[in-house]
């Protein structure tokens, strides 16, 4: 019976620098969420992006929300990574 010989990747403190330096350039572009509201009237969510941009989506299409009461809808937090 053969044995598989292992990949090994090797990589170079210079290319995680590289790495961490371009996602930092790329940081304000990822759609980062900054707030989020319920709007009741018209039961929907309200995400607003660090771009600008806000979404707007009815409750019962969100994933776990559907059934939910509105009064615990309104209570939205935003964790640190948006």
């Not at 776990?64 to 640190?80: C, H, N, T, W, Y």
């Amino acid at each position: 019976m053969k044995t598989k010989t292992r990949a090994r990747v090797t990589t170079t403190d210079a290319e995680i620098d590289a790495a961490i330096a371009q996602a930092s350039v790329y940081e304000q572009y990822r759609p980062k969420a900054v707030a989020a509201t319920y709007r009741a009237k018209d039961d929907v969510i309200a995400i607003k992006l660090a771009t600008g941009v806000e979404l707007v989506i009815p409750r019962k299409l969100m994933q776990g929300l559907g059934k939910a009461d509105p009064r615990d809808v309104s209570k939205i937090e935003i964790d640190d990574y948006g």
